[in-house]
């Protein structure tokens, strides 16, 4: 299956506008690896940016400008409660997709649970589960 990229890319800007920012500086350690990976030829030096390139740049951060540190747990405040379930001591094996829909489309997941060690298999609107 081909991902589209710019699909991909398209998926990621809402999460980035919520929880990637821009670091106003630079910690000493961070300086210090930037120069070291410059002077060792890590190049094109990049800058900010998010996108996955060649070299070295500036990533973002998941601290914003007063400190404060966003998790993906942030996220969950955009979610439909009535379409979402979320799982706490699971492990996520594989995303499921479907090739013959011509879309790459999530239709399920395969995780393990932490706690009993039982590996489940769920789809759209189905659970069913399997011992391993």
Excluded: C
């Amino acid at each position: 299956m081909k991902w589209d990229e710019k699909l991909v890319n398209e998926s990621y800007e809402w999460v980035e506008k919520l929880n990637a920012f821009k670091p106003e500086e630079l910690s000493p350690w961070s300086s210090s690896l930037k120069n070291g990976l410059l002077e060792a030829g890590v190049l094109p030096y990049n800058g900010y940016t998010v996108d996955h390139v060649e070299g070295t740049k500036i990533s973002a951060s998941t601290f914003d400008n007063n400190g404060k540190r966003h998790t993906a747990a942030d996220l969950l405040r955009y979610a439909n409660p009535d379409n979402i379930v979320v799982l706490l001591n699971a492990t996520v094996g594989r995303i499921l997709f479907n090739p013959e829909s011509g879309k790459l489309k999530a239709i399920g997941v395969e995780f393990t649970s932490d706690v009993d060690g039982i590996f489940y298999h769920v789809s759209i609107n189905q659970l069913s589960q399997r011992s391993e």
